[in-house]
């Protein structure tokens, strides 16, 4: 039975990706010395938030997320990231396999604000693999599947990330509104002759601003 090692050396931006996205490089090492000819993966990815410590000004812009930084002990759960799948060709020994990792930059799905929360460090990430091993014994074809047991842990640098979205989106966020509250903002925009959504909302936070003064 072949005896599979994961491991996640790496993660780098994709600079040519049609949407936002980065590449995991997993190494996978069988120990047994049994050949492999292909493995049908799956992987999910989770976050882990309870693995790395938060500055003050990451616990702010956690809050939404977390609460209060008193609760964290209850509320810092693991986040659902992605669930992938990639077709891994024959090896003996170890292969290098690139994951490729679609992102979003909405800012309503949690693990993406838990993103735009960091300032520096790392994401950690907790790999869970399954899938189909395909082999061959006896001159026969050996299917196996992979135990569920396989993990492993990786700390993507939140600087990866970063640079993952600033390639599509530079110095951009995006927000989900409801059409009738567009509505409000494009008739806000149109009537003070604003040229952006960007000076429009700025223009509101400033009238904010001058009320509480």
């Not at 069988?30 to 990815?45: F, H």
Request: net charge negative; charged share 25%.
């Amino acid at each position: 039975m072949a005896e599979l090692v994961f491991d996640c050396v790496d993660a780098v931006a994709d600079r040519y990706a049609v949407v936002p996205g980065f590449a995991l490089r997993l190494r996978i090492t069988e120990t047994s010395g049994e050949r492999i000819d292909a493995i049908a993966l799956r992987c999910q990815i989770r976050v882990e938030p309870h693995r790395r410590r938060y500055s003050a000004q990451e616990a702010e812009r956690l809050h939404d997320l977390f609460g209060d930084t008193d609760r964290w002990a209850d509320t810092l759960k693991p986040l659902q990231f992605t669930m992938l799948t990639a077709m891994v060709p024959g090896f003996t020994g170890s292969v290098t396999q690139e994951l490729p990792v679609p992102c979003t930059y909405d800012l309503e799905i949690a693990s993406t604000k838990y993103f735009n929360g960091l300032t520096d460090g790392v994401i950690p990430l907790l790999l869970l693999f399954s899938g189909t091993v395909f082999g061959t014994r006896d001159g026969r074809l050996n299917v196996q599947q992979v135990p569920w047991s396989k993990e492993a842990s990786f700390g993507l640098p939140v600087s990866v990330w970063r640079e993952t979205v600033d390639l599509h989106f530079p110095n951009r966020a995006w927000l989900s509104v409801h059409r009738e509250t567009l509505d409000a903002l494009q008739r806000f925009k149109s009537s003070n002759a604003l040229t952006t959504w960007d000076s429009t909302l700025t223009a509101l936070l400033d009238r904010i601003e001058e009320r509480q003064a």
